[in-house]
């Protein structure tokens, strides 16, 4: 940190001078970047922020405008402070416009009582100046050393936040783009009072840049993505006026570097996988990002005993019901052991397919079957042999018994160019059915016909395409509410589930319709758009229940 005018205050060189605070004293906490020694009644020209200006005040204007003006133009070009010497021009005290013109200000006015040599001066604190700049960029290859061995070795989220918190002393947060917190770091402070609201009280902090400081609530803020692709923010969480902001931040770099290792773990993703499973990964993978061409799939696939060509795919999804959220390693294995699992029951069903972890909760399951197989018979016979394998792991690893995966297929396909559209669609019927299984089935699987937009969105959760549609559509609407404690998305959503009508609204907000018109009217003003229309209304439904599933 930068030396404060208070700490060069207390240099024995200016304590020799006799300092006495005549004006500012409550800014002195204001770093000083260098020492200036002028004369020049418009010395403001010259500087460039920062700097201790010291004066015998010999040339500085006799008028009250003036001096309004030469303090004026120093606050505005962000001098730490001004210093004037008496024996010159002044000598038991300073102008009565100058020392109301700095209070006004706020700017550090001090006197010396006695005569100092001003070189003295300009040598101690550049010292400080200096000093402060080694020990930063000290601190700089601290920072850097310790995230580059954090990123050679793979460490988890929870580790790099962990390290940031404990350099900065402060609590840490990583959040999503829709607000919600995927990893934090208390740093001693009690975890409900940290995390307590989290969602209003992000919303309302909003700095300029992908790194700034938000002076109101104390927070640092930086983005964290990687190749174009933002998917949240990492915060440090301060109380306000607690650390200055702007570029001078003293925890912007470490705030930075950590974005970085957590971006670069993202993209570097170690799976403890059999060398078939993960070549089996790796054509499905193919086939779902189209990083593989079609001949390429097939060629590959034939050559692991899985002919894809001249038969029927059909894309099948699995995942497991969710439980306590395991720790890291834990969860890696428990996916791998699903996945052989799944894979056994291939075999049993003596079905060809390609197995594979689709990614970290899933297992992805590409069946091609020949011209004399039934399809749901085979569907059928694979899924009763994975709930049955699946329950009997569970017995033999747990005192309790273990909830059946659930088993999504898409429709079946007829060329190899298709699988991408029966695996998609048996991912979605996947992940909806997980989240809102319908109850009554008397089908062993889930297929298309289970799942509506609210499945859809619910696939799409933690997709940051949606997370931004959900705020483009909502955001104004959802920082009004934050900031003023509103229900105004309530009354948005109440209207819009009853069909438009205003009346049926207002009866179910349980409010007179002349209070809930103006509701409405507020919502139009703030979003900028008109209710009446049917595009608009359903862009905002679309957002509420998508806001619902990202919520989950």
């Given at each position: 940190?930068?030396p404060?005018?208070?700490r ?9 001078g006799l ?6 004293a409550?800014?002195?906490?204001r ?5 200036h ?11 460039q ?18 001096l ?8 505005e070009v ?13 000598f ?14 706020g ?24 000093n402060a700049?080694l ?6 290859e601290?920072?850097h ?24 002393g ?5 959040e999503?783009l ?35 400081h ?5 927070w ?16 440090l ?7 200055p ?27 403890r996988e059999?060398?078939?499973r993960q070549t ?5 993978s ?9 001949s390429?799939?097939a060629?590959r ?6 002919p ?8 099948v ?19 791998r ?7 056994g029951a291939v ?9 594979g ?12 079957l020949?011209?004399q ?5 085979a569907l ?5 042999t ?20 659930v088993?999504a ?38 297929r298309l016909?289970?799942?509506r937009?609210?499945g ?12 931004t ?7 104004p609407?959802?920082a ?17 589930e ?5 009346s049926?609204a207002?009866?179910a ?44």
């Open positions: 940190m930068l404060t005018v208070a060069v205050l207390d240099l024995e060189v200016m304590r020799r300092p006495q605070v005549v004006a500012g409550d800014h002195l906490e770093p000083v970047r260098w020492v020694v002028s004369e020049l009644p418009d010395v403001a020209g010259v500087l922020g920062g700097e201790l200006v010291l004066t015998t005040g010999i040339a500085l204007p006799d008028d009250r405008e003036g309004a003006r030469y303090v004026r133009e120093l606050d962000g001098v730490a402070g001004l210093v004037v010497e008496y024996g010159r021009r002044y038991d005290s300073l102008p009565r416009a100058l020392v109301h013109a700095a209070e006004q200000r700017l550090p006015l001090i006197t010396l009582r006695r005569e100092l040599r001003f070189v003295a001066v300009t040598e101690a604190v550049h010292a400080l100046v200096v700049q020990e930063q960029l000290r601190i700089s601290s920072v050393q310790v995230f580059n061995e954090l990123v050679v070795e793979g460490a988890e989220p929870p580790e790099v936040i962990r390290q940031v918190a404990r350099m900065a402060a609590p840490v947060v990583l999503n829709a607000h919600q917190v995927l990893a934090h770091d208390t740093a001693g402070r009690p975890e409900a009072e940290l995390l307590e609201d989290w969602e209003r009280r992000s919303r309302g902090v909003r700095p300029p840049g992908r790194t700034g938000d002076p109101r609530s104390g640092l803020v930086t983005t964290v993505g990687a190749r174009g692709q933002d998917w949240g923010r990492l915060v969480v301060q109380e306000p006026g607690a650390l902001g702007g570029e001078a931040h003293p925890h912007t770099m470490l705030l930075e570097r950590g974005a970085s290792a957590l971006a670069l773990n993202r993209l570097v993703v170690r799976d059999s060398l078939e089996h990964r790796t054509l499905l193919g086939v779902l990002t189209h990083a593989l061409t079609v390429e799939v060629l696939a034939q050559a692991l005993g899985v894809l060509e001249g038969r029927r795919l059909v894309g999804v699995l995942r497991q019901r969710r439980g306590p959220i395991p720790a890291a390693l834990e969860a890696q294995a428990r996916l052991d699903f996945t052989e699992l799944a894979a075999r049993a069903c003596r079905l060809s397919a390609l197995v972890a689709l990614d970290d909760e899933g297992v992805g399951v590409l069946i091609a020949g011209t197989q039934d399809e749901h018979a059928d016979a694979f899924s009763a994975l709930r049955r394998m699946s329950a009997e792991a569970g017995r033999e690893n747990a005192p309790v018994p273990v909830p059946a995966p088993v297929v898409g429709s079946s396909v007829g060329s190899v160019r298709d699988a991408r559209r029966t695996l998609l669609e048996a991912t979605q019927v996947a992940d909806a059915a997980l989240h809102d299984a319908p109850g009554g089935r008397a089908a062993s699987y889930y016909p289970d799942v937009l609210r859809l969105l619910h696939l799409l959760r933690d997709d940051a395409r949606l997370q549609y959900v705020e483009r559509e909502l955001g609407l959802l009004h509410d934050a900031e003023h404690n509103g229900q105004l998305v309530q009354m948005l959503r109440i209207y819009l009853q069909g438009r009508n205003k049926a207002a009866d907000a349980h409010l007179s319709r002349p209070s809930f018109y103006d509701r409405l009217h507020k919502v139009e003003r703030i979003l900028g758009v008109d209710l009446d229309q049917v595009e608009s209304c359903l862009s905002l439904h679309v957002a509420l229940l998508a806001l619902d599933a990202v919520r989950r």
